[in-house]
């Protein structure tokens, strides 16, 4: 991984890098930024294609289950990555737990088959996140390299926030004890529901 700004990195760059983040950031959901993050991937390092793995792991197991398919994402104007490639790298990612880490700390180029793939995991690798996948025939200029982990981890980073706000956001309407929802989330699916019944001319009824 790169940790030290090349000198050649222009002003220009460095301004261009602030802004893809900020729209990374803009982004109101986690499936937002990974579309944004497929985007950037494509428009400033001209990146061929794109795609993603869904992973999950079920850590109560012994040793942990993994689970990972190709995810269903689509991104506007950027090609998918082939069926055939994306399987090729769960194969991979799902055998090797040192690849799967590395996919965690900004970016990391595998090689599957005699083609390279840049790589790297949003979300938590503990429990469930997106593996982004694309292809990655030459070796990256010092600049380059500079733009993908700047993004890669900016988009990790974002990942973070999203889940810890979900963590927030169940403490505040779960029981901490039984794991069900309280008073303060009944009150909210109400309004929601009288909202609906209003807009639709709908009637609903509590059970």
């Not at 398919?69 to 399987?87: F, I, M, N, T, Y």
């Not at 999203?162 to 956001?169: M, S």
Request: charged share 20%; proline share 5%.
């Amino acid at each position: 991984m790169v940790t030290k700004i090349p000198q050649q990195i222009s002003a220009g760059d460095l301004g261009g890098l602030l802004q893809a983040s900020q729209a990374l950031w803009d982004e109101a959901s986690f499936k937002g930024v990974l579309k944004r993050f497929a985007a950037l991937l494509y428009e400033r390092l001209e990146v061929k294609a794109c795609g993603f793995i869904a992973y999950k792991s079920n850590t109560e197991c012994s040793p942990p289950e993994i689970k990972m398919a190709p995810g269903k994402l689509k991104v506007p104007g950027v090609p998918a990555l082939g069926l055939g490639e994306l399987q090729e790298v769960r194969e991979l990612l799902t055998k090797n737990p040192a690849a799967r880490s590395a996919c965690g700390e900004g970016f990391t180029v595998i090689t599957v088959a005699g083609q390279c793939f840049g790589a790297t995991f949003v979300g938590d690798c503990d429990h469930r996140g997106t593996f982004v996948v694309w292809p990655q025939p030459k070796p990256l200029a010092a600049t380059e390299q500079v733009v993908l982990d700047f993004l890669t981890r900016q988009v990790q980073a974002e990942a973070g926030w999203f889940r810890r706000l979900d963590q927030t956001q169940a403490m505040l309407y779960q029981d901490d004890l039984t794991g069900l929802y309280n008073y303060r989330y009944f009150e909210l699916s109400i309004e929601a529901e009288l909202r609906r019944s209003e807009r639709f001319l709908t009637t609903f009824c509590l059970l």
